[in-house]
């Protein structure tokens, strides 16, 4: 009989680690969304309106390697790789493909359920427009949306979050709660159900190939389709 694998190596941080980690991510974010709201006002109708925002999405995304560098690699003086930054189980890559298709489906009868509703305001946004001002601005929300969103986001919800919530309350439950945080932290109403569900399928990539780069793979072809939509229509 095959050995079943296990969900996670053992972390030496706490639920209350992760606690902290959300509460000084939080505490950034209220920042940074002040700062970038009223340089978005003052850019307003320039051709430079949307770099506030693009950088404000850059710094949170950094905030989120910060907060896990503080309360768990630094604070316990572990290496990266504590995070799950290992090739894992053969055909992880695979899976990763496979659960961005299953992402991308519930997405797609999500939005076309909500459309037939007549629920236009929880149909899922697209990228801002404004960030395609300029080949400087591409650049930028390339790097944005499709490098510092999937790593970030990743190392933060899936290597940081998840081990201490399934540590606590076991996979399932910690998948739902890591699952939630995740949703949330997309702040739009028409995101909250596919992100949540996004949380769920990466973080069974993450628990049946137990490495971090293929939750980041299938989380990176993803955003790179809605960059390329973006991309297409500007």
Not at 36 to 49: C, E, I, K, R, S
Not at 156 to 184: E, K
Request: aromatic share 12%.
């Amino acid at each position: 009989m095959t050995p079943s694998i296990p969900p996670f190596p053992p972390v030496p941080w706490s639920l209350a680690d992760a606690a902290r980690g959300v509460l000084l991510v939080f505490s950034i974010a209220l920042v940074l969304i002040v700062a970038g709201g009223a340089l978005t006002v003052l850019l307003a109708d320039t051709p430079a309106q949307g770099i506030p925002g693009l950088v404000m999405t850059l710094a949170l995304e950094g905030s989120l390697v910060l907060s896990v560098a503080v309360f768990s690699v630094w604070k316990y003086r572990q290496p990266w790789a504590v995070l799950g930054f290992s090739p894992g189980a053969k055909g992880g890559r695979l899976l990763a493909v496979a659960a961005f298709g299953g992402i991308a489906g519930f997405s797609f009868i999500y939005s076309a359920a909500v459309s037939a509703l007549g629920w236009d305001a929880l149909l899922p946004p697209g990228l801002p427009p404004s960030f395609m001002h300029g080949a400087a601005q591409k650049l930028l929300a390339f790097l944005v949306t499709v490098v510092a969103a999937p790593l970030g986001e990743e190392v933060f919800f899936r290597g940081f979050l998840l081990p201490a919530l399934a540590a606590r309350w076991g996979f399932l439950l910690g998948t739902l709660a890591s699952s939630a945080l995740f949703a949330f932290s997309h702040v739009a109403p028409g995101l909250l159900l596919p992100a949540f569900a996004s949380g769920i399928l990466l973080a069974w990539v993450y628990r049946r190939t137990g490495s971090l780069w293929n939750c980041i793979l299938a989380h990176g072809i993803q955003n790179t389709l809605a960059f390329l939509a973006l991309l297409a229509g500007a």
